[in-house]
């Protein structure tokens, strides 16, 4: 994909002569037991204020010690984006008012960060492949929660993600339309997960957006931004950016001017509205954390991480259709999702190999994708394993079962949990390849059936398809498709 990627640029993008510019921030949550500055845990979901220790809550006399495990995991992801990684990067304060912060400020980073310039390669709907750059991924730590829903007419503060290690992720203002911003946001987060550093979970907050957006004429300098906070959907990102366009121009048309600002969205109205005005780096008054030291990275520490990274997905993809004979968006559906990959390698393995790809990637994007949709499961609690799928491939390729006979076998795999060999063996379902057989009911169809036999004599191909048919349900179904085809056509003459 990489070598596509300026060869293959999608064209400029214009809205009645607008040139649509985003930046998007991404803060994803490390997949880390505990935080960032302590050693509360970060599990989701418990009693409010249940894991918030002294370090999390700031009280006078306590010291952030930093995870290690947090600055392995950034690194990953800069060695995931080809990214400079900074081996003396020093932690901020960054100075605001937060109803739900203890301190006063937020422990970051602002020179310095650990993760430098970087890329990340998108395909969009069309085939088209865009390189986004991304300007930096700096550590953090997340704030606590306002909660305005559960005391009458009161504000609770539960301080369980205070001290929550976050990556904040921050693209160049590189996307020209709805849908670049949408394929970025949706690489990123199979990134993160493929790399193993974040859940994604974006209902739990573990990945959500901001979207820097404004408009210019062609070839203007950029017009002024307006950032949507805290998106945590990909639908919502969609609406959220086109109700954006739509209101800064109108603004523009009718002469007006856009004020720098942070805006929220609402879903329910469908319109973004005011938050604050938006602050530039002079006014969170950074200066070093007195309380940490610089993070000194070796290079071997840098080795040790990059001698474990798993195939990344550009890689993958490009090896699937290499190796396996799949199309381009086979090869981009089988790897949304590091899961997914392994699975389907597993499938191709025991099909007979890399001859057998094609027909792997159709059955499990196909059928088994289906099933698991229909049941509501994930991919790891299938009934049918990745070797169970392939040996029933195994069967179709060898012929012991057809295509058809192939989905009812699927069937009974996924409610029984029992192999193809053993379904076909206690259900009579291995297809019928005796030739004097299948000439017996080809003889009886075609005696009971010579109008259909002469209308195919006089030229109509659809009564040959009817008394294909006619066999095959005489067969129930058994009857190897291509022997009937070819014994019919010898027979009639």
């Known amino acids: 994909m990489a070598n596509n990627a300026k060869a293959n640029q999608p064209k400029p993008n214009l809205i009645d002569g607008w040139e649509v510019v985003i930046g998007i921030e991404i803060h994803t949550q490390l997949a880390t037991n505990s935080k960032i500055f302590s050693g509360s845990s970060t599990e989701f979901g418990q009693d409010p204020n249940t894991q918030a220790s002294l370090v999390d809550l700031a009280m006078p006399g306590v010291l952030p010690v930093l995870n290690k495990e947090v600055v392995n995991l950034a690194i990953r992801f ?14 901020a304060r960054k100075n605001y008012f937060y109803p739900d912060s ?3 400020y937020q422990i970051s980073q602002m020179d310095n960060p650990i993760v430098g310039k970087g890329h990340i390669d998108i395909q969009l709907e069309d085939g088209t492949v865009k390189r986004i750059g991304i300007t930096r ?3 953090e730590e997340d704030a606590g929660k306002s909660i305005h829903d559960a005391i009458d007419g009161m504000s609770g503060i539960d301080l369980n993600r205070a001290g929550t290690p976050l990556l904040e992720i921050v693209s160049e203002p590189d996307m020209r339309s709805v849908d670049q911003a949408v394929a970025y946001v949706k690489a990123i987060h199979t990134l993160v997960r493929w790399l193993g550093i974040s859940d994604g979970n974006m209902a739990e907050g573990s990945f959500r957006a901001d979207c820097n957006v404004s408009l210019r004429r062609p070839n203007e300098p950029f017009g002024t931004r307006c950032e949507l906070k805290n998106i945590n959907s990909f639908r919502f990102i969609e609406q959220a950016i086109n109700v954006e366009i739509e209101r800064q121009m109108e603004i523009l048309e009718y002469g007006g001017t856009i004020d ?3 805006r929220l969205f609402d879903p329910n109205k469908m319109e973004t509205r005011s938050m604050r005005s938006k602050e530039e780096a002079n006014d969170y008054r950074y200066f070093p954390d007195p309380d940490l030291l610089p993070v000194v990275i ?12 798993p195939e990344l997905p550009v890689a993958r993809r490009e090896r699937f259709v290499s190796e396996f004979s799949v199309t381009e968006y086979d090869a981009h559906v089988l790897t949304l999702t590091r899961e997914m990959a392994d699975f ?3 499938v191709v393995a025991s099909s007979g190999g890399a001859k ?15 099933a698991l949709n229909k049941a509501g499961l994930e991919l790891s609690e299938s009934p049918v394993s990745a070797e169970q799928l392939g040996g029933m491939i195994a069967r179709i390729v060898d012929n012991t079962i057809s295509g058809k006979i192939a989905k009812q076998v699927f069937g009974y795999m996924w409610d029984e949990g029992k192999t193809a060999d053993v379904i076909i063996a206690e259900k009579g379902l291995k297809q019928e390849t005796n030739t004097g057989a299948i000439e017996a009911i080809i003889k009886e169809v075609l005696a009971a059936n010579e109008k259909m036999v002469e209308e195919y004599k006089s030229g109509k191909d659809k009564a040959f398809n009817g008394l294909v048919g006619q066999v095959m349900k005489a067969s ?11 014994l019919m056509k010898k027979l009639i003459g």
């Open 260 to 262: 720098q600002e942070t």
């Open 78 to 91: 800069g060695l995931g984006i080809d990214a400079y990684i900074d081996q003396a990067s020093v932690f």
């Open 476 to 486: 129930k179904g058994k009857a190897n498709p291509a022997q009937v085809n070819e």
């Open 102 to 104: 203890p301190k006063g």
């Open 344 to 346: 389907y390698e597993a």
């Open 356 to 370: 057998q790809g094609k027909v792997a990637a159709n059955w499990v994007m196909g059928e088994f994708s289906g």
């Open 137 to 139: 991924a700096h550590l």
């Open 298 to 309: 070796a290079d071997a520490q840098i080795e040790a991480i990059k001698s474990e990274m």
